[in-house]
C-alpha cells in the first residue's frame, strides 16, 4: 500500500453504512390508484413562407475613374473606398442612385451586395455597392469598369435585388 492510500484511510476512514429498515405492514399493502396526467398539447406547426427579397428595375450605366465621369477626386468613392488605378469590372464595384440608398430613404446601404441582371453575361453578377450618383439621377445604377475597357453603353430594364447575406439553417439531423 502507497503511503498516500495509508494516509488518505488514515485521515478519511471508511463509513459504516446501515441498512434500510423492512417497510411496515400497513404501508407494503396499499394498492395503486389511477392518477390523471394532464400534459400540454402541442401548438399546431405554423407554416412561414420563405421571406422575399424585393427586386427593383432601374436602368444601368457604366463609368470608369475619370474626373470626366465622377467629381474632383475619381480614385475615392463616396464610402472612402480607394479605387485602384488599374481596376478593371472583374472587381463588381457599383454606384447607386440618391433615392435607393438608405441614407435618402431608400433600402440600400454601402457595403451592400446587389444582383445585376439584364446587361449582358459579362456585366451581370454580384456587385458592392462602394459610390453614390448624382442627384438628378433616380433609380439608376452605374457600374464602375477600368479606364482601358472599352465598355460603353445604357441599359433600361435592368433588375436588381439585395443579395441575402445571411447563411441558411443548417439541417437538423436524426439517427435513423
Known amino acids: 500500500m502507497s503511503i498516500a492510500l495509508f494516509l488518505l484511510t488514515f485521515l478519511f476512514p471508511p463509513r459504516v453504512v446501515m441498512q434500510p429498515a423492512a417497510l411496515p405492514s400497513t404501508v407494503a399493502q396499499l394498492s395503486p390508484r389511477p392518477v390523471a396526467l394532464l400534459l400540454p398539447r402541442p401548438e399546431p406547426l405554423t407554416y412561414h413562407a420563405p421571406r422575399r427579397i424585393a427586386s427593383y428595375r432601374v436602368t444601368a450605366t457604366v463609368y470608369s475613374a475619370r474626373k470626366s465621369q465622377t467629381d474632383n477626386h475619381p480614385f475615392i468613392t463616396a464610402d472612402n473606398s480607394r479605387i485602384s488605378r488599374h481596376h478593371t469590372s472583374k472587381r463588381r464595384w ?27 453575361p459579362k456585366l451581370d453578377g454580384v456587385y458592392v455597392i462602394h459610390d453614390t450618383m448624382n442627384r438628378r439621377l433616380h433609380r439608376t445604377i452605374d457600374l ?11 441599359w433600361d430594364d435592368v433588375t436588381i435585388k439585395k443579395v441575402d447575406d445571411t447563411p441558411p439553417p443548417l439541417p437538423e439531423w436524426q439517427a435513423s
Open 94 to 120: 457599383m454606384a447607386l442612385s440618391r433615392d435607393m440608398l438608405k441614407q435618402w430613404g431608400g433600402k440600400f446601404e454601402y457595403g451592400d451586395s446587389v444582383q445585376v441582371k439584364g446587361i449582358s
Open 144 to 154: 464602375l469598369v477600368g479606364r482601358h475597357e472599352k465598355i460603353y453603353g445604357k
